[in-house]
C-alpha cells in the first residue's frame, strides 16, 4: 500500500498555485528576452572529436530510454488512458528527433560531402561536391528536426494536463501481467 502511495501523490490547487506565478513570471521574462535580444548563441560546437562522441552517445542513450518507456506503458497497459497514450507519442516522437538529430550531427562533420562557407554566420551556405547534391537535400531536410521535437512537447503537455485532469489512477491490479 504504501509503495502505491509513492507513486501517486494527490496535488491540490493550492500546491499548484505558486507555481502559477513562477510559470508568468518565467514567460514574461522568455518574452522580454525575445523582444530585446543581445548576442544569443543558437548553435553547439563541440570540441574535436570527444564532444561530438559524448553528444551522440547521449542521443543513443535518450533514443533506448524513450523506447524503454513506451514499453513500460505499453506493458502495463496504461496506454488505454489518453494521457497516458500522449505521453507514448511524445516519446516516439522525440525517439524520431533524436535519430534525426543524430544524422545531422554525422552529416555536420563529414567533409567529403559539402564546403562550409561563412560557417556560423548568419550568411554561412552549403556548396555540394560533384555528385554528392542529393546529401546536401537530405542534410537541409533534416535539419528541420523542431518539425519532431516541437510535436513532441505539444504532446507532452497535452499528457501531463490530461494525466493532471482525469481521475484515472494506476493501480497494482492493472499490473498483474494478464
Known sequence: MALQNF?????????????LGF???ALLAALAVGFFPQKLYATQVHSEPEGLYAHQLGH???IISMGVFIYWLRGRRLIRHKGWRYLQYSALLFILWNADA????HLENQND???K???????????????????????????LDHLLCVPAIIFLYLAL????RSPFRFSPQDDTGS
Open 113 to 115: 560531402i559539402f564546403q
Open 7 to 19: 507513486f501517486f501523490v494527490p496535488l491540490s490547487l493550492s500546491r499548484v498555485r505558486p507555481l
Open 102 to 105: 543524430a544524422l545531422v550531427h
Open 60 to 62: 543513443l542513450f535518450f
Open 23 to 25: 510559470g508568468m513570471t
Open 117 to 143: 562557407f561563412s560557417e556560423g554566420t548568419l550568411h554561412a551556405y552549403l556548396q555540394p561536391y560533384a555528385g554528392r547534391e542529393w546529401l546536401t537535400w537530405i542534410f537541409f531536410l533534416v535539419k
Open 161 to 164: 494536463r490530461e494525466v493532471q
